[in-house]
């Protein structure tokens, strides 16, 4: 993993991003707790844009805590380099401690977030994701609890 700069990350998220392939929500890192969605993003064009949209959402009901990991990654042969993310940890007790409090990473640089984050839904949080990132998804993917019976 390679570091990306503030400005490098503004650059690769000036321009408008589409994500119309994404995958279903998935269990991510075998916590029954915690799915995962992801997708490679596209340009206005229709060319790669060489991004993935990595989301993650944990909700343990024993602590009645609720986690959003929103991501962007620069994909390289390397690997995936984080370009932007946005953490937000809703809890009914109080975080005191500074990472626990809403924020953005912009490449290297952590952006404190809006306390009020912290009462948002996900539509909500992911209305806000898409604003930072410039991305728009088609359709917007469904809540992750959200569970729709298939037709045959």
Known sequence: MRLVSPDEARSLLANPLMCEDYSEWEPWNLQPTSKV??????????????????????????????????????????????????????????KKHQHAQPHEHVGTERVIGDASWCEWGYDEVLDLFCQRTNISFRPLPPHPEFFALKSS
């Open 37 to 94: 969605l992801t997708a490679g993003l596209l340009r206005e064009d229709g060319s790669s844009a060489r991004l993935i949209v990595e989301l993650i959402y944990t909700r343990t009901h024993k602590t009645r805590e609720t986690k959003y990991r929103f991501t962007v990654f620069r994909r390289e042969a390397w690997g995936n380099d984080p370009a932007y993310q946005l953490h937000i940890t809703q809890s009914a007790n109080a």
